[in-house]
């Protein structure tokens, strides 16, 4: 149960009504009509919901969990139901984690943007704000800054100079951007920076010459970017984060990078100037992306890896240097192998 100092739970809901909330590509039905009427007060993981409470099981890995939950209702692929405990109530689901998702977001909607400006905080004369912006103290807005409706900027945040930003959008403690254009609906966590000076040298004798980086960064709608990332303004052409995409922690991204659209980078991963990303492409954490390279449309990268070379669209990869994830695998088996060959040595 989520604990409600922190979280307010907004409704109890029907599981009829749960199941008519869920878009139709999610598959949804209840394993019995019987239980249509049961009420479910909120969500919680296998192990600790209880009999009021609805979770969800989609990975062999927890099975054990999900036959012995106490679960009063539990989303769940169609082939587990002969593995529920007695007493829970399914939904039955081709994408339970994605339902339970929605479920979870109509028991907890995100709070609503409470209109103001603080008096501690900072707004150029010349900055125009949308109706129903939130501007908490010790924020600075730039002048020339554009702000849209029911943004909420929180405390400490800068709002460079003739930076603009959407609607709906959730800018948090200690953000900075400028040199920016950011769309709708964008969520950036504490500690991101956006739009600093890429890196950008002109390395050698008698000192390294500053190339200035005379471009910006475009990130469009719906996107979410992690707490204390990174992402550079471009040298000359912008760089841009595409609709939809998904950033962890801690990521850093340089100058000149084309991130396509509903793209997951994980924590901890560096993308080096000028690369490009195509839609859906997944990154796993801690890995390093050299400059320049393309990576294809939906395209996979396996976490810790280093990728120095292009990646079609649609290949998985992984190791260091990355290469197709079967090969790389082939060879971590035959080193293995080698090496109990030797003794255990190499």
């Known amino acids: 149960m989520a604990d409600p100092a922190f979280f307010t739970r907004a409704c109890t809901l029907t599981l009829a009504e749960i199941v008519e909330r869920l878009p139709a590509a999610v598959g949804a039905v209840l394993a019995d009509q019987d239980d249509a009427h049961f009420v479910v007060e909120d969500v919680a993981p296998l192990s600790s919901a209880g009999p ?14 999900f036959r012995t939950t106490r679960a ?5 692929l169609p082939r587990f139901a002969k593995d529920a405990p007695a007493g829970c109530r399914l939904v039955l689901a081709n994408d339970p ?45 730039g002048p020339g800054a554009q702000i849209g409706a029911r943004t909420h900027i929180a405390a400490n945040a800068v709002i460079g100079a003739n930076v603009t930003i959407g609607r709906d959008c959730r800018i948090g403690a200690l953000v900075s951007v400028s040199h920016a254009r950011l769309g709708d609906r964008i969520i950036l966590h504490p500690g991101v920076r956006i739009g600093q000076d890429g890196f950008g040298f002109a390395m050698g004798l008698p000192s390294h010459a500053k190339v200035p980086q005379l471009g910006r960064v475009i990130v469009q709608d719906d996107v979410e970017i992690g707490a204390n990332s990174a992402i550079d303004r471009g040298a000359g ?3 841009v984060v595409g609709e939809g995409s998904k950033i962890d922690n801690l990521v850093q991204i340089g100058h000149n990078v084309q991130i396509g659209r509903h793209c997951i980078l994980s924590g901890q991963v560096a993308i080096g100037g000028s690369t490009v990303l195509g839609d859906f492409v997944a990154v796993g954490g801690n890995t390093g992306i050299s400059n320049s390279v393309t990576i294809g449309t939906g395209a996979k990268v396996a976490g810790g890896s280093g990728v120095m ?4 669209a649609g290949a998985v990869h992984g190791g260091v240097p990355a290469k197709d994830i079967q090969e790389f695998m082939r060879d971590m088996a035959f080193l293995t192998r080698l090496r109990k060959a030797r003794g255990g040595d190499l």
């Open 52 to 65: 009021a409470e609805l979770s969800f099981f989609d990975n062999r890995k927890y099975l054990g969990q």
């Open 72 to 76: 009063g209702a539990c989303v769940a």
């Open 97 to 141: 984690y994605r339902a339970y998702a929605l479920i979870a977001q109509a028991f907890y909607p995100q709070d609503p943007v409470v209109p103001g400006i603080d008096i501690r905080a900072v707004v150029d004369e010349s900055a125009r704000l949308g109706e129903g912006v939130r501007i908490d103290a010790g924020a600075w807005i």
């Open 237 to 239: 052409p912008d760089t």
């Open 309 to 312: 070379r292009d990646i079609p």
